[in-house]
């Protein structure tokens, strides 16, 4: 039965990177990485029935019998089609239909579908600058001029990790989306902090030399899910729950971490740094917060409790 669950989403997620009818690399990538983080051992058949079309959306449907699993294939699918930033009216058809078929409530579907079309665009546009007071405000200054201290930049850049795996522990999936737009603020601000003006474009590269991005992040947050729900169905829910918002937790705090390391040295040393010395950087960090994690594992659970899930899209728009 699991694994008929997880050809089930995996099947659902392949028809809505498909939906569009366009071939988007990014939406196919997606898939394929739900595939392998599910460690699905039949995704070549997935493809197979699902592009020769001799399976329907009811057929996928059928075999998820959970309320949990299928809200998760929404939330999924709807994550897919939101990869670029943008919903097209045939992927829009696509998960009018898809509702349907899983039986979920109207309400719920459109506060999905909102909330992953403004994260979607949140992380699209350059990340705005921060309120006044706020402890990451970004203070420019001339790259010739004495810069912001090391001690004040590693302070920015532990609060965000704290404050990024605080959102794996939320109870909304989709709070998974704030995370993105959030470490591309960090690397603005610690940017900015080091005299230079950044765009959303330059950002979104370097990150991209990282190897992280909206496609990577979300579908390991809801692969975690996934098999967190397996596991509640095997051995307790309260097992699975925790087991999933750990892990989830740790590597984000880690990607965080790593993402600032990475991003102050490469910016305090006048971007001289070669793209190899900032990946092996972005490593040797993330590797280094992974240590550090449990030192700080009781903030992430504060941060988290004292996080309103209404509010993400507000703190993601610097407001």
């Known amino acids: 039965m699991q694994e008929k669950e997880k050809e089930a989403i995996a099947a659902i997620c392949l028809m809505a990177a498909v939906a569009d009818g366009g071939k988007s690399d990014v939406e196919h990538n997606k898939w394929r990485e739900i595939s392998q983080s599910m460690g699905l051992e039949s995704s070549a058949a997935v493809v197979q029935r699902v592009l020769l079309r001799k399976t329907t959306l009811a057929d996928e449907a059928a075999a998820l019998s959970n309320p949990e699993m299928r809200m998760l294939a929404f939330e999924m699918a709807v994550c897919i089609c939101d990869a670029d930033g943008t919903t097209t009216p045939r992927e829009k058809e696509f998960l009018d239909n898809l509702k349907t078929v899983l039986n979920i409530p109207a309400p719920e579907a459109a506060e999905i579908q909102s909330q992953a079309e403004d994260f979607a665009m949140a992380a699209t ?23 912001p201290t090391d001690a004040g930049i590693d302070q920015i850049i532990l609060n965000q990790a704290i404050l990024l795996a605080g959102l794996e522990l939320l109870p909304k999936s989709l709070s998974t ?11 603005y601000t610690i940017g900015t902090r080091y005299g230079y003006q950044l765009d959303s474009g ?24 996934f098999l967190g729900s397996l596991a509640r169905k095997a051995g307790g829910r309260m097992m699975g729950r925790i087991a999933g918002a750990a892990t989830g937790a740790s590597m984000t705090f880690a990607t965080t971490y790593g993402i600032g390391m990475a991003a102050k040295k490469y910016y305090a040393s006048g971007r001289k740094l070669t793209m190899d010395d900032v990946k092996n950087l972005f490593r040797q960090s993330s590797e280094e917060a992974k240590g550090l994690y449990a030192r700080y ?23």
């Not at 546009?125 to 810069?147: C, H």
């Open 177 to 187: 989306l704030a995370i993105l737009p959030l470490q591309m603020r960090l690397v």
């Open 125 to 147: 546009a350059i990340p705005p600058v921060l309120a006044a007071g706020s402890p990451l405000l970004p203070q420019a200054l001339p790259p010739d001029s004495q810069g």
């Open 202 to 225: 330059h950002v979104k590269e370097f990150l991209a030399v990282l190897g992280v991005g909206m496609t990577s992040q979300i579908v390991e947050d809801m692969a975690r899910k």
């Open 297 to 319: 594992a009781g903030q992430v659970e504060q941060s988290a409790k004292s996080t309103n899930t209404l509010d993400l899209l507000a703190m993601v728009r610097g407001k």
